[in-house]
């Protein structure tokens, strides 16, 4: 079985549609970078019921990886393995396990999730994350690498969005010219010394 996406764009397995899904990963981003601000909501950035992801008080990014799976499937058993050694090599990967067949709100969630991305499969195994989906999985060297690499593309793309702004750095507090400087203090100074001189002039004048 192959891995099926249902992401924004069509993803078969080579590395061009992996550039173009973080290409587009990023431009929806920049898209609605003017309607976030502070402490907002992941629907915000992503479609679809989540949440997708939590950010750390240190602001760093874990992401929800939805594993929705049937014990009858054996795609789903080779997955198994392959998501509980991802998630133990990443510890940023936060694994949710469904089981579908033996436990009703896992199915019941599975179904409110697919549709709230608006797609229709119910197939399994499916992998949710970053508001998108992925179904199926053949073997870690190719559904395992795929899946990797998508997850690092996310986090790597939403660590740079919600990073907060540079400061600018703090000019030291300008200190205000001294009297002597200012050109209305010299100027006012001359004509001073003007008006002391016709004077002078003026008295000594009336001397005579």
């Not at 998108?132 to 790597?156: H, V, Y």
């Not at 400061?167 to 001359?190: C, H, V």
Request: glycine share 6%.
């Amino acid at each position: 079985m192959t891995l099926h996406s249902h992401f924004p764009a069509p993803l078969p397995a080579n590395k061009n549609n992996l550039r173009l899904f973080s290409a587009t990963l990023a431009m929806a981003l920049a898209l609605l970078w003017p309607t976030v601000t502070g402490a907002q909501s992941e629907h915000t950035l992503f479609k679809g019921k989540g949440p997708w992801y939590e950010q750390t008080p240190t602001g760093d990014i874990n992401l929800y990886l939805y594993f929705f799976w049937s014990k009858e499937c054996p795609h789903c058993r080779r997955a198994k393995p392959f998501l509980e050694d991802l998630q133990a090599r990443h510890p940023w990967i936060m694994l949710e396990q469904k089981e579908i067949t033996q436990y009703p709100e896992n199915k019941k969630l599975f179904t409110q999730m697919v549709d709230s991305l608006g797609e229709t499969s119910r197939a399994v195994p499916t992998l949710m994350f970053c508001g998108g989906m992925l179904q199926g999985f053949d073997k870690p060297e190719n559904s395992g690498a795929e899946l990797t690499t998508l997850l690092k593309d996310c986090r790597q793309q939403l660590t740079a969005f919600l990073a907060p702004p540079e400061k600018s750095p703090k000019l030291p507090p300008q200190r205000p010219a001294p009297l002597t400087d200012a050109w209305w203090f010299r100027l006012s100074g001359f004509i001073l010394l003007l008006f002391a001189g016709a004077l002078v002039w003026r008295t000594r004048r009336l001397k005579k």
